[in-house]
């Protein structure tokens, strides 16, 4: 066999390597992250800003709390305020990142959450399509990477399964099959896969504190 052929041949009975991680809106001492570390878990996303419309304080320290124990791996993401008295989106994306850079704390992506089309967004699908382009246009001009949460159910409610603007962004498939695997995926707003699972959410974690867990292939 050539080399390549032995590559190829390996990797076929190499597991792919699970990458486990959580995101939870309680919060988490350092102690508590550290428990984290030793079960495994090597990435943390944290909401950085609430669907009432303020920054997440209890969140931020559980972001700087999680670098201080070493995690390597923090991403943040925004949960959108779209009922009255809510900000643009530009405005909401520029109060997260501003809280984030004011704090001196680094993340390594925001995720904007899209989800719960009743009760957390418009009717109007044009109107979310627009908000959710101008989050996104807001990320990037402010140098930071942009990804989706959302999935399939949600996406048809808030913006319509055929719509696919954003589907060059990464995507966090929120989808509660408990396993980690992406086998179930059906296709919409033009992802063909995910990139990150949740796939467990509310979990009474062995480190004391309620989570919901990601992975990553
Ligand atoms: C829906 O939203 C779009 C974009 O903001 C707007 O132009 C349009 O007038 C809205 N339609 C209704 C029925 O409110
Ligand atoms: C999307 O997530 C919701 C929970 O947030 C769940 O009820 C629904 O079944 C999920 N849909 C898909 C297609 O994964
Ligand atoms: C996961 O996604 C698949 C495909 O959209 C869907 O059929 C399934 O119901 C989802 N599982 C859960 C638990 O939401
Ligand atoms: C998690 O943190 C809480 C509060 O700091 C603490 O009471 C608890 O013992 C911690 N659990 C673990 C397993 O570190």
């Not at 984290?36 to 209890?58: A, C, M, N, Q, W």
């Not at 930071?144 to 999935?151: A, E, F, H, P, Q």
Request: charged share 20%.
């Amino acid at each position: 066999m050539k080399i390549y052929q032995i590559l190829v041949f390996i990797s076929l009975f190499i597991p792919i390597r699970a990458i486990l991680g959580f995101d939870s809106i309680n919060p988490i001492s350092t102690e508590n992250f550290t428990c984290f570390l030793k079960e495994g878990y090597e990435f943390y996303i944290g909401r950085i800003y609430k669907s009432i419309g303020e920054v997440d304080v209890t969140v931020m320290e559980n972001i700087k709390n999680a670098k201080k124990a070493g995690f390597n791996f923090i991403d943040g993401y925004i949960f959108p305020c779209l009922m009255t008295k809510c900000k643009t989106a530009k405005e909401q994306i520029q109060d997260t990142l501003n809280f984030v850079q004011n704090e001196g704390v680094q993340i390594g992506r925001l995720w904007i959450d899209v989800q719960d089309g009743d009760i957390y967004w418009e009717l109007n699908q044009s109107f979310n399509q627009a908000f959710i382009l101008e989050a996104v246009k807001e990320v990037e001009a402010m140098g930071l990477k942009v990804g989706i949460y959302t999935n399939k159910t949600h996406w048809e409610k808030i913006v319509g399964n055929e719509w696919n603007a954003v589907a060059n962004k990464p995507l966090w498939w929120d989808n509660w099959s408990g396993k980690k695997s992406f086998d179930d995926f059906v296709p919409f707003g033009g992802w063909k896969f995910p990139d990150l699972q949740q796939f467990n959410p509310e979990y009474k974690s062995s480190c004391g504190v309620v989570i919901d867990e990601s992975w990553y292939p």
